[in-house]
C-alpha cells in the first residue's frame, strides 16, 4: 500500500456549487484554512479534486465531497493550527471520530442516515478506486 484515499467535506464553506472549486482551491495556496480540510492537509493529505454528487444529502456542501490521498510511505505530519490530538483513540473510535469530523457533526437525520451516506459512499470509492488501476474486491468494502 502506497497511498490512502478518502472523501472528505468542506467544514466552513457557505456557497453555491460553482464556488466550490475556487473554495477548495484557496484552502490548496494556503489562502484561506477549512477545518474539515486542514485538519486532513496538517496530517499530510493531498487535495486531488472536489467530486460532485458524493454526498447528495449534504445541502450545505452542495452534495460536492473532495477526494484526498496520504502518502504514506512519505508520511510526516505537517503544523496545523489548531489541531490537537487529546486522547489516543481505538480503532473503533477513530472510524467513528473520521466519520463525524467528515459529515460535519450532522446528525444522521440532517445527514440522510447513514447507512445509505455509506452505502452511496462505498459506490463512489469504488469508481474512484477503479479510476486509479485498482481491482476492487466485493467483500472488502464492508
Request: hydrophobic share 30%.
Amino acid at each position: 500500500v502506497d497511498f490512502v484515499c478518502g472523501v472528505t467535506r468542506c467544514g466552513d464553506f457557505r456557497g453555491d456549487a460553482s464556488e466550490m472549486q475556487a473554495y477548495v482551491s484557496e484552502h490548496v495556496s494556503k489562502r484561506t484554512v477549512d477545518s474539515v480540510m486542514g485538519f486532513h492537509t496538517g496530517y499530510g493529505a493531498e487535495v486531488v479534486k472536489i467530486v460532485p454528487g458524493y454526498r447528495p444529502e449534504d445541502t450545505v456542501n452542495k452534495g460536492i465531497g473532495v477526494l484526498i490521498r496520504y502518502d504514506i510511505k512519505q508520511w510526516k505530519a505537517r503544523a496545523q493550527a489548531d489541531v490537537k490530538v487529546q486522547r489516543r483513540l481505538s480503532y473503533k473510535s477513530a472510524v467513528e471520530d473520521a466519520v463525524y469530523k467528515s459529515t460535519g457533526g450532522l446528525s444522521d437525520e440532517e445527514d440522510g442516515g447513514s447507512e445509505s451516506g455509506v452505502q452511496s459512499g462505498l459506490e463512489i470509492m469504488r469508481g474512484i478506486v477503479s479510476d486509479m488501476g485498482y481491482r476492487v474486491e466485493e467483500n472488502r468494502l464492508t
